[in-house]
């Protein structure tokens, strides 16, 4: 849990890990309407991916899914560790017969997220931060 935890922390420097993490994360492993994926090496994580799926009535109640927190170690970046978890999400919302896949990032890694067949779409973000 610590290494997935500091891992985490490469998205958001500056937070420490809390107390309240490791409680959010041991409620994701029991959460079925997500899917936290970590990709290991030598027992430690060097990466990780969450799926969520949420029901939907439109579409056919055909549900979406949503990729969230995809990271991978700093020094084991460049090793396609992230496309194999992206691929894994993909995989696994395709067998949950999700219409479509939501996604956000920063602008810099869109490229990443191009080459492993996503597309910008017409739709804006909008966000609010509490």
């Known amino acids: 849990m610590k290494s997935f935890l500091r891992l985490l922390y490469q998205l958001s420097p500056g937070e420490g890990l809390t107390e309240k993490q490791e409680k959010v994360y041991r409620e994701l492993l029991e959460d079925k309407s997500q899917s936290v994926w970590?990709?290991?090496?030598?027992?430690?994580?060097?990466?990780?991916?969450?799926?969520?799926?949420?029901?939907?009535?439109?579409?056919?109640?055909?549900?979406?899914a949503y990729i969230e927190n995809v990271v991978v170690d700093a020094i084991n970046r460049r090793k396609k560790i992230g496309v194999v978890l992206v691929n894994h999400c993909l995989d696994?919302?395709?067998?949950?017969?999700?219409y479509k896949v939501i996604l956000t990032c920063a602008h810099r890694i869109i490229p990443f997220y191009l080459s492993a067949g996503f597309h910008v779409h017409e739709e804006v973000v909008m966000r609010k931060d509490l």
């Open 38 to 64: 970590l990709y290991e090496e030598d027992g430690e994580v060097i990466g990780t991916a969450t799926l969520m799926v949420r029901k939907n009535v439109s579409h056919g109640g055909r549900s979406v």
């Open 92 to 98: 696994q919302a395709r067998q949950l017969d999700c």
